[in-house]
């Protein structure tokens, strides 16, 4: 166990922005999280979709499934997930594996 873990739960203060975040777990993408016929549950990305940079549906493969500050289920691709991570909103991949 790193010291790091005392910070993946609950409040995350980020130095950049200044406000804090829920920082939820991921997991290794599973379409059965997802609703059935929806962007995740056919194994794409969803998140670049609803939230992201991108105006058009990504490419990406889906490789991440999370829920998002709402609880929502989402799928997001490396480059999501990587963003993500970045941004303190999700754990990395497989951390707590
Ligand atoms: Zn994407």
């Known amino acids: 166990m790193r010291p790091f873990t005392a910070i993946t739960r609950g409040q995350v203060r980020t130095p950049s922005t200044g406000y804090s975040l829920e920082m939820n777990p991921s997991y290794p993408f599973d379409p059965e999280l997802h609703q059935p016929g929806s962007t995740a549950a056919g194994g794409r990305c969803s998140w670049h979709g609803t939230e992201g940079t991108v105006e058009t549906e990504c490419?990406?493969?889906?490789?991440v499934s999370f829920q998002d500050q709402q609880g929502k289920w989402q799928s997001g691709?490396?480059?999501a997930l990587e963003e993500l991570v970045d941004r303190g909103q999700i754990e990395p991949l497989g951390q707590s594996a």
């Open 59 to 63: 490419e990406g493969e889906a490789v």
């Open 77 to 79: 691709c490396q480059r």
